[in-house]
T-cell receptor
Framework: SQQGEEDPQALSIQEGENATMNCSYK?????LQWYRQNSGRGLVHLIL?????REKHSGRLRVTLDTSKKSSSLLITASRAADTASYFC?????????????FGQGTRLTINP | SQTIHQWPATLVQPVGSPLSLECTVE??????LYWYRQAAGRGLQLLFY??????ISSEVPQNLSASRPQDRQFILSSKKLLLSDSGFYLC???????????FGPGTRLLVL
């Protein structure tokens, strides 16, 4: 079963605005990862946040993790048309080992020029 | 640098026909390898993973099987395809001690 659940399922904003996507999960995790998928393509890894971290930045991306609420958010600032894609969160459960990822259903983000 | 290849890119197969999808990784050794399936508009579901040659773990019961005949080669197979096998199949790898999985370009399979 899918552990991660993204919200919203779809988001449409104007170029230059910020986009926030949320992810909730149900069990203990080692880490949580965010991926981007352009239509019909493979997944691109964006950022990984470990269970002992609360916030992480990478360029225009900001990820937060609240293990008490079992939730994470991905913020994309100053959005661009090229950010149009589907975004997925994936959780890795302990033990680390082979690290089987459980993906959510994704948020489809559309940036309007 | 490491790269991951999948082929074919697209495939249309009749129900009941066999299947063989191939995934190869370059630029690394002894990677963990994964097969995922993505239904239209949905997230990814892990099908198989492998931590070494000949070592395959299956995550969900299904009509598919996987093999790892070489260190950097992962094959997804079926003897007889079902309509429900249609989907987007993605291969991924990671370093044995790493945390990040890197995905290939995927194979789109349509079973008619």
């Amino acid at each position: 079963s899918q552990q991660g659940e993204e919200d919203p399922q779809a988001l449409s904003i104007q170029e230059g605005e910020n986009a926030t996507m949320n992810c909730s999960y149900k069990t203990s995790i080692n880490n949580l990862q965010w991926y981007r998928q352009n239509s019909g393509r493979g997944l691109v890894h964006l950022i990984l946040i470990r269970s002992n971290e609360r916030e992480k930045h990478s360029g225009r991306l900001r990820v937060t993790l609240d293990t008490s609420k079992k939730s994470s958010s991905l913020l994309i600032t100053a959005s661009r048309a090229a950010d149009t894609a589907s975004y997925f969160c994936a959780t890795a459960k302990p033990p680390q080992g082979a690290q089987k990822l459980v993906f959510g259903q994704g948020t489809r983000l559309t940036i309007n020029p | 640098s490491q790269t991951i290849h999948q082929w074919p890119a697209t495939l249309v197969q009749p129900v009941g026909s066999p299947l063989s999808l191939e995934c190869t990784v370059e630029g690394t050794s002894n990677p963990n390898l994964y097969w995922y399936r993505q239904a239209a508009g949905r997230g990814l579901q892990l099908l198989f993973y492998s931590v070494g040659i000949g070592q395959i773990s299956s995550e969900v019961p299904q009509n598919l099987s996987a093999s790892r005949p070489q260190d950097r080669q992962f094959i997804l197979s079926s003897k007889k395809l079902l309509l429900s096998d249609s989907g987007f199949y993605l291969c991924a790898w990671k370093q044995g001690g790493g945390e990040t999985q890197y995905f290939g370009p995927g194979t789109r399979l349509l079973v008619l």
